[in-house]
Structures are given as C-alpha cells and as structure tokens.
C-alpha cells in the first residue's frame, strides 16, 4: 500500500500565537512538510486547489514544482484539481510540466470540488456541475493519450488538430477520479478505468464498502483488469494518544464548525469527535499503533491500494504536524507495509 499525506494549505490562527499566519508562512511550512514526507519515505503527497481566504492554494502545480525541486521521490499529485472549471488543456499543459520537472512524479486529482466559490470566479453556473466535469474529464483524458487533438463540447471552444505541449515522462500521466462516495462517480470512473480516490471525512467507513463494490464491478465491465482505490481521510498522529486528540480537537471543531456554518451543519462535539477517532470512526486521530490498527482494519473492508491522511484539518503548532509526518513515516508505514506483505505471502 502507497501512504501519504494531502494538504490544503489551511490558513487560520495559529494555536499557539492566536495569530492568523500570512500566506507566504503557511506555503514555507507547507513546502517544509512535503520536503519531511521524502526524507521519511512517505509515497505520495497531495495539494488541493481552493479559491477561499481560509487556505492558500489556489494553484496545486505550482506549489508542487516548488516542492519537485526540494524532494527525490515522493510523488506528488494534486488533491484535487477543480477540473469542472479549469481548463483541461492548462491542467494537463500544467501537469506534464511538473512531471518533467519531478522526473516522472506527478499525478492529477481529478474532481468537482467540495466549494463552489470557483465557479462564480470562472465564470460557470453551478448547475452544469456533473455536466462540466464529465466533458472536461473526457478532453483531459483525450488530451493525454494523444499530442494531437480534435474535440468538440459545450463548454469549451473546439480543437482541431490542435498540438498540446509539452508531453509528460509517464505515458499515460497518472489521472485519478475523487469521489466523496456518490455511486454514479464511482460507477463513472470504474467504467474509464480510472484510479478511484475516495473521501471518508465522517460517519462508518464500511458505509463506503458498497461504492467501493460498485467501482470494481463498473471497471470488469468496462474490460478494466486493474484499478486502484485509494482512501483519503483525516487525522493526527503524535507519540501518545491523547496527546494527539488534545492537539487536533481545537483545529478540527473549528474548522468543521465554520463550514458547518456555511451548510447548515451542528457544531461539532468532543463525543463526536471522540467517536470519529475509534476503531470504527473516519478519523486517524491517535498514537503511531492506534493509526497503524486503523488502516489495516479498514484494509480489510476495502482493500485499498492508497491511503493519504490530511494531517493539518485547520492549523497546528508545525513543530507537532512535522512530528506526525515523522511517525507517519518511520513508523506507522512500515507496520501496515509488512503486515499485509505478510498477508499476502
């Protein structure tokens, strides 16, 4: 199994100073996170594109070319890009740059976005959302297995002939699907045949198992042999548990909290939030065993070949979140990589 990290470069105040940190700050400690997760041999870490003054990244590619130049080998992908309302042929003009910048590390993630502030900005009307998506997946995915294209849709002016440079190291660049568990997206990119990154941010996971089931049944039919699941979740990690639980409460109810505003949600309580951190909770929240336990159970519900945990679910002291990447690397990976080496010998 691939485990990483996903970030949207939250900026709120800051614990310790009640100080709301300036972009520039947020984007250092972010690139000094990425830069840990290579050194301890972490696989993958993902930047999520927003266009809101609560985080910093509103452009995942070029974030992560800062960071291709300070890592060796971690992959770097975004988490995830609003395809809905870019342009595919920026994305994947964006994407192949990074990827000849990373030498060969970049991915795409893929989706429609959990805010809506980009539509307005760009331009679009929020009720063509599984519209836009679906015609702009198509052309991404046209636009990476050929350097010649001729396409026409609603949304975007036509191309004919056109030539799209410049192309990737990887053929084909990796493109994953992001759900939060809706079946049509997961019947959609099993059909494709597309990696599926799936969201566990609250409630069961084993709710999720039957759109994991729907997926792999959707790629058989598609004449997709090979897929890959991969399951993104909140959490923290430090040395004992509790510690962990009285470090990520503060940010995780304020930060579900002002969102929560926004949709109409109730304010979250610590009994909720102590139930999220069990065995049988979304959340990752707890010592380097107790995290480690918790992939391999849910293993055992999806059989997933990707887990990436967002660490900073609102801002922490960066000292405690370079700690958990630490722990995250040194030593709930390699728990969860020989148990189910051992599982499946």
Not at 168 to 190: C, E, K, M, N, Y
């Amino acid at each position: 199994m691939e485990i990483g990290i996903y970030s949207f470069g939250e900026r709120t105040r800051d614990p310790e100073t009640g100080e709301l940190i300036s972009p520039a700050e947020r984007l250092r400690r972010l690139l000094e996170e990425i830069e840990l997760a290579d050194q301890v041999g972490l696989d993958v870490f993902g930047v999520g594109e927003h266009h809101r003054p609560d985080y910093v990244v509103s452009a995942p590619a070029v974030v992560l070319a800062a960071a291709a130049a300070r890592t060796r080998r971690i992959r770097l992908t975004s988490a995830v890009s609003v395809l809905s309302t870019d342009d595919p042929v920026r994305v994947f003009q964006s994407f192949a740059t990074l990827d000849l910048l990373s030498g060969g590390r970049a991915e795409i993630m893929v989706g429609r976005g959990s805010f809506t502030e980009s539509y307005p900005l760009f331009g679009y009307d929020l009720h063509d959302y599984d519209e836009l998506f679906e015609e702009k997946l198509d052309l991404l995915l046209r636009l990476r297995s050929s350097d010649r294209v001729t396409w026409s849709g609603r949304y975007r002016p036509p191309l004919q002939d056109a030539a799209v440079y410049p192309r990737p190291v990887q053929d084909p660049l990796p493109v994953w699907v992001a759900t939060g568990g809706t079946p049509a997206s997961a019947v959609r990119a099993g059909l494709l045949g597309l990696p599926m990154a799936l969201a566990i941010i609250g409630g069961m996971p084993e709710r999720f198992a039957p759109v994991v089931r729907l997926y792999r049944e959707a790629a058989r039919r598609g004449g997709h042999t090979t897929v890959r699941v991969g399951i993104n979740s909140h959490g923290f990690i430090a040395d004992r548990s509790q510690d962990a639980a009285e470090t990520a409460f503060p940010a995780f109810k304020e930060t579900m909290d002002r969102i929560g505003r926004e949709r109409g949600w109730p304010p979250m309580t610590r009994e909720q939030f102590e139930f999220s951190r069990s065995l049988r909770g979304a959340d990752f929240v707890g010592s380097p065993q107790q995290v480690a336990e918790k992939i391999l159970w849910q293993h055992r519900l999806f059989e997933h070949d990707r887990f990436l945990l967002q660490l900073t679910v609102g801002t922490l002291p960066h000292r405690k979140v370079l700690r958990a990447i630490e722990l995250l690397g040194t030593e709930v990976a390699p728990v969860v990589r020989r148990e189910l080496g051992a599982a499946s010998s």
